[in-house]
């Protein structure tokens, strides 16, 4: 029943989505020429209304393409909004260009502006009433995921855990199977050793079966899929090792022997990598060539306000965990503690000038030459200094994970607010979903939310 819920509610989104694609232009039409001044018609409605219906057949293929059409039942509002105004910004992007391009320029830009800002306001709000609505329902037992959940490892009381709290999923664990009660999945249904398992799906009718053996019981694994396989029902399964594993894991194959591979990247690809540094070869160039006047005033501010050199060069570990030293504007007095310490909002160190720098990232700026070089990206993991490095490895899963890519200026963690003195570990969780689900879209998402924000980040080290 899920999947044709799915499927119907899929073929509605899209059939909604273009109506108000469609609709907003000619709503566009008549707040540009009957509201707005100056309204003088160059281009008839029904120029505008054939436009319309190639930009609602592009503009769906672009929401399609940034995923907004697969379930969004693991999707939070405020990533789909965000996929949503960017997908809505490039197509814009490129009908403009290409207007300006082919010197079409009878049709109003403003009207397209107003378009593009018309519809997709509307297609939030919609996506914002439609969450509210089915997290309503799904709170009242409707559009509700039914699952029987096997096992009772550490990832089975996780698994639990998640989608017992949160409601918005929509999740109705009917029980769970496993040789004996177990801790940590209290307020769930024991329902028999593993030799219930195909009379408890044959029951309950769930629309999936989680497997979450821990390891000591993983020789009954192939009872399992056969109970499963004989019942219809789908069957999920999470790793005891689980925790340890990429979120998109991928699979070689040896002579028919599939090959897990934990730890390969998108970035390994030579022609993704290409694209990523020939982007950051031509936005380096062009952002050094757009901020030098500001970089000069910079400059001559730092040496006014302290004696000391105008850059402030610290080494960091950088990609293949190979050191180099990363530019910055000095915006401290001299001191002695830069490579074991991190500044603070409030720091006794800082200079004048030097909070100015801080509080709008401008000391940041020679990190642009860094890119040129190659020692850092425009987008990537922020580096450390090597003695926080020493100290994380240890304390932190999976922090060396973010010397497999280039450091960048700003990256998916600090886009998220992660800056300065906060949480490591949420931190390194943000920088490796980073380099698992790495594209050039997801790229250019950060860099447009860096801008839009103002800020690249906020130093952390000292300088």
């Known amino acids: 029943m899920i ?29 540009r020429f009957c509201l707005l001044p100056n309204g003088i018609i160059t281009v008839p409605l029904s120029r505008y209304l054939a436009l319309g219906t190639i930009l609602t057949a592009v503009q769906l293929f672009a929401y399609a393409a940034f995923g907004l059409y ?4 693991k999707t939070r509002l405020r990533r789909e909004l965000e996929k949503l105004w960017l997908a809505g910004a490039l197509v814009m992007g490129a009908l403009l260009s290409f207007l300006f391009v082919q010197h079409y320029i009878n ?33 009242r037992g409707y559009n509700q995921k039914h699952v029987l959940l096997v096992g009772g490892g550490e990832m089975a009381r996780t698994y639990w855990e998640t989608v017992r709290w949160d409601r918005e999923l929509g999740y109705a664990v009917a029980g769970y199977v496993s040789s004996r009660p177990e801790q940590g999945l209290e307020g769930l249904k024991w329902l028999g050793g593993y030799d219930k398992l195909g009379k408890m799906l044959d029951k309950f009718r769930p629309d999936e079966a989680v497997c979450a053996i821990g390891a000591e019981d993983y020789g009954r694994m192939a009872e399992i899929i056969e109970a499963c396989e004989k019942a ?5 399964i999470i790793p005891f ?8 894991p991928q699979f070689d194959e040896l002579e028919g022997i599939p090959l897990l591979n934990f730890r390969r ?9 290409f694209c990523k540094r ?30 000391g050199p105008v850059l402030f060069k610290q080494e960091r570990i950088g990609r293949d965990k190979k050191p180099f030293y990363m530019y910055k504007f000095r915006s401290m007095r001299v001191n002695t503690g830069e490579n074991t310490a991190w500044s603070r909002d409030h720091d006794g160190r800082k200079t004048k000038f ?59 963690a600090q886009v998220n607010g992660l800056r300065g003195d906060t949480s490591i570990k949420a931190r390194v969780e943000h920088d490796v979903y980073y380099i698992e689900h790495w594209s050039l879209l997801f790229d250019i998402e950060i860099l447009l939310t860096t801008v839009f924000r103002g800020k690249f980040v906020n130093s952390e080290a000292l300088n």
């Not at 697969?70 to 039942?73: E, L, M, P, T």
Request: hydrophobic share 45%.
């Open 3 to 31: 999947k044709e819920n799915q499927r119907l509610l899929n073929r509605l989104h899209v059939l909604t989505d273009g109506a108000v694609l469609y609709l907003s232009l000619p709503a566009a039409f008549w707040i």
């Open 70 to 73: 697969q379930s969004f039942r």
């Open 107 to 139: 049709f109003s830009r403003l009207t397209l502006v107003i378009w593009f800002l018309l519809s997709t306001g509307a297609l939030s709000c919609k996506r914002i009433i439609l969450r509210r609505g089915l997290r309503y329902f799904r709170q």
């Open 232 to 236: 219809g029902t789908k069957l999920s």
């Open 241 to 248: 090792y689980a925790k340890y594993m990429p979120s998109n």
């Open 265 to 273: 990247i998108p970035l390994d690809n030579w022609a993704n990598a």
């Open 278 to 307: 020939a982007m950051d070869i031509v936005g380096s160039l062009a952002l050094i060539l757009v901020t030098s006047p500001v970089m000069l005033a910079c400059a001559a501010g730092v040496k006014l306000s302290s004696p």
């Open 354 to 412: 030097g909070a100015f720098m801080r509080k709008c990232s401008l000391d940041e700026l020679p990190q642009f030459f860094n890119v040129l070089k190659g020692d850092m990206s425009l987008v990537g993991p922020r580096p450390e200094i090597p003695y926080y490095v020493e100290k994380f490895k240890e304390d932190v899963p999976l922090y060396m994970v973010k010397h497999q890519v280039r450091p960048g200026i700003t990256g998916w």
